[in-house]
């Protein structure tokens, strides 16, 4: 079992910028695949941006892609999301996960460890 919890959400100006990051604690292990996932109000939770264990192998949905960047520090136990050029539709809670296997996945299903979110607001 392992416990993630999301930091770093707020409220922002649309074009700004705000960096996630997700702590790790309990039985970690750094093979874990690492995910972030949003969900807007009255929308379904939704896939963002992935990491495998090494950090060498990625995974952004379309709709992030060249704005957000995911990475991780083993050392440290600590994924993170930078994102940048935040418009009004990344308005959201974001969620950090973990999933045992050993390949990238995009399902939220698929994931088996979560925090408890962290909301972003991008003000117009």
């Known amino acids: 079992q392992i416990q993630l919890v999301e930091s770093g959400g707020g409220l922002v100006q649309a074009g700004g910028s705000l960096r996630l990051s997700c702590a790790a604690s309990?039985?970690?292990?750094?093979?874990?695949?690492m995910g972030w996932f949003r969900q807007a109000p009255g929308k379904e939770r939704e896939f963002a941006a992935a990491i495998n264990w090494s950090g060498r192998i990625t995974n952004y949905a379309d709709s992030v892609k060249g704005r957000f960047t995911i990475s991780r520090d083993n050392a440290k136990n600590t994924v993170f999301l930078q994102m940048n050029s935040l418009s009004p539709e990344d308005t959201a809670v974001y969620y950090c996960a973990a999933d045992v296997g050993v390949t990238i996945r995009v399902n939220s299903r698929e994931y088996d460890y979560w925090g408890q979110g962290t909301q972003v607001t991008v003000s117009s």
């Open positions: 309990g039985r970690t292990k750094s093979s874990y695949i």
